[in-house]
């Protein structure tokens, strides 16, 4: 598949649906982790699992940020056709990664008494999740290898083979968890320790890959090679990209907290149509990652009309995907929010908040995105972190507050902040997008 001469939509779609097929057994590896921990480890180590993923989850969104500065160089090198400045890109990634690996091993393990306190853990589950903590921190070498694996092939353009590697560690994991949290009944410790055993051979296997298409060179031979140039230009785009994942993360916990403000019916709700949105939303997700990386490798094959091309071909895939959703949750909402609830109130209190927060997939959502992919394709990921500050910090909070509470409307308020606060987002887009800032490539070569 070449992403700078195929037809655009029918590489875009063959492109996203690896993708969204990964974030799907994702999910479903998550889910059985809860559900196996849960029936055998009991309540405490369920706690403490749902406790510690919430930690590991904030850790790994700072990595993948990074590495989708990684992604995006690759991309632009894969567009140039230029093959020594990508094995340079992953070699130095890889450098990069085990670095920061061991830094936040050692760290995070110093840290994990106060990390604990701070996120208010019950004194009931502390120790199951101290457990869950300190194997997956320790295995954070795996956790981030096998990501940057999945980022260097997807910058290639290769989104099968990282399909592969999930399903493989999907099926290592739930064996393990069945094995050690089933049979040998070590609750969150055999939980954490068959996460970090999964990835790790996903790791490998995609280390094998790598080195078996010729993209790692033997460091035995050749030494370890880091490449300064590229290093800054990794971080100059991974870092605003790291900061736009802990950005969006926090805003979601002030909604959350400010539902809970309201009511407990409220706060059950807004969480379980946050846990609607996170499904809904996973093909909007893999369209802008195929959006970028298409957009990345016509950027490095000067190819700028196909870079618009691009942009417009996934601003109509999102918007008639969006289209539908908005349709679903506006006359169906009531009984997806009843496949997870049977409180009445609940379901009442969901249908009203769905009905506002769909509007922002109707227009504003599918043009954050897809504008959102333009600018990270061509390595303006600053850009992306200063609009998103805009929409998900600046306003969406205030307005969360403002809607929900002192202006009496609920969550129907809550809801309503989401499309506002996107559509501020895209107003900071469009500023250097009609300046033509996009046509500019941040990525240096040789």
Excluded at 116 to 142: D, H, W
Excluded at 422 to 429: E, N, P, R
């Amino acid at each position: 598949m070449d992403l700078t001469s195929d037809p655009i939509g029918k590489t875009m779609l063959r492109f996203s649906i690896p993708i969204v097929l990964a974030f799907f057994l994702q999910s479903v590896y998550g889910i059985a982790d809860l559900l196996i921990v849960g029936h055998f480890g009991g309540t405490y180590a369920l706690a403490g699992v749902n406790m510690g993923s919430q930690i590991m989850d904030f850790v790994l969104g700072i990595a993948t940020g990074l590495l989708g500065g990684g992604r995006i160089i690759i991309a632009q090198f894969t567009g140039q056709k230029n093959t020594e400045e990508v094995k340079d890109t992953i070699l130095t990634m890889f450098v990069f990664v085990v670095i920061l690996a061991l830094f936040l091993t050692v760290l995070m393990q110093l840290i994990c008494s106060p990390v604990l306190q701070v996120m208010q853990t019950p004194a009931e589950s502390y120790s199951e999740a101290r457990n869950y903590y300190r194997v997956c921190m320790t295995g954070i070498l795996f956790i981030f290898g096998y990501n940057t694996v999945s980022a260097v092939l997807n910058g290639m353009g290769d989104s099968k083979t990282p399909l592969v590697f999930v399903m493989i560690s999907t099926v290592i994991n739930i064996i393990l968890d069945l094995i050690l949290v089933g049979a040998f009944r070590k609750g969150a410790f055999g939980a954490a320790m068959a996460t970090v055993i999964a990835q790790g051979i996903s790791f490998l296997l995609g280390v094998l890959f790598l080195k078996r298409k010729g993209l790692l060179p033997d460091i035995r031979r050749t030494g370890v090679r880091f490449n300064r140039r590229i290093a800054e230009d990794f971080l100059k785009i991974g870092i605003p990209s790291s900061y736009q994942n802990s950005i969006l993360n926090i805003s979601l916990v002030v909604v959350i907290a400010v539902a809970n403000t309201i009511s407990v019916y409220a706060a059950a709700a807004v969480g379980v149509c946050a846990k609607l949105n996170v499904i809904f939303i996973l093909p909007i997700i893999a369209i802008n990652s195929a959006e970028t990386v298409m957009i990345g490798q016509n950027m490095g094959a000067k190819r700028l009309d196909r870079v618009m091309a691009t942009f417009r071909m996934a601003l109509l895939i999102t918007v008639c995907y969006s289209a539908c959703i908005v349709g679903l949750w506006w006359f169906f909402g009531n009984r997806l929010i009843g496949l997870f609830t049977t409180d009445p109130q609940t379901i009442a209190m969901g249908t009203r908040y769905l009905k506002m927060h769909c509007w922002d997939y109707m227009l504003v959502m599918p043009l954050a995105y897809c504008l959102g992919g333009v600018f990270a394709g061509t390595g303006h990921t600053g850009v992306i972190a200063l609009a998103n500050t805009a929409g998900s910090v600046i306003s969406r909070i205030p307005l969360c507050i403002l809607l929900g509470t002192t202006a009496g409307l609920g969550v129907a308020g809550i809801g309503l902040a989401f499309p506002i606060s996107t559509a501020v987002t895209v107003l900071v887009y469009l500023v250097p997008f009609v300046k033509g800032l996009w046509k500019e490539s941040t990525v240096r070569s040789q």
